[in-house]
């Protein structure tokens, strides 16, 4: 079966740090374009990082200095490091692979930056 599942989103005061992860099934994500998109309430989804097979990364300007997108060829995981995280990143972050058909989507994890 091919599918993405997401863990490790919570509730982390401002200024904290959350590790994301990414198990994929059925795909490599060592030769796919994987990454990162958010949503907020009542706002569009939003990419926030991505990293081609070739290992090129991509970032939003919201985040650049403060998330590193990588992977885990051996686990067959994508994460992604957030630091220095503000009330404004809290969304539903959502894992996505680049495939041939479409793009293949995760259930989301919910990150909620709160004091």
């Known amino acids: 079966q091919v599918q993405l599942v997401e863990s490790g989103g919570g509730l982390v005061q401002p200024g904290g740090s959350l590790r994301l992860s990414c198990a994929a099934s059925g795909i490599a994500v060592s030769t796919n374009t994987m990454g990162w998109y958010r949503q907020a309430p009542g706002k569009q989804r939003e990419l926030v990082a991505s990293k081609t097979s070739g290992g090129t990364t991509n970032y939003a300007d919201f985040v650049k200095g403060r998330f590193t997108i990588s992977r885990g060829n051996a686990k067959n995981t994508v994460y992604l490091e957030m630091n220095s995280l503000k009330p404004e990143d809290t969304a539903v972050y959502y894992c996505?692979?680049?495939?041939?058909?479409?793009?293949?989507w995760g259930q989301g994890t919910q990150v909620t930056v709160s004091s």
């Open positions: 996505y692979a680049d495939r041939s058909w479409g793009t293949l």
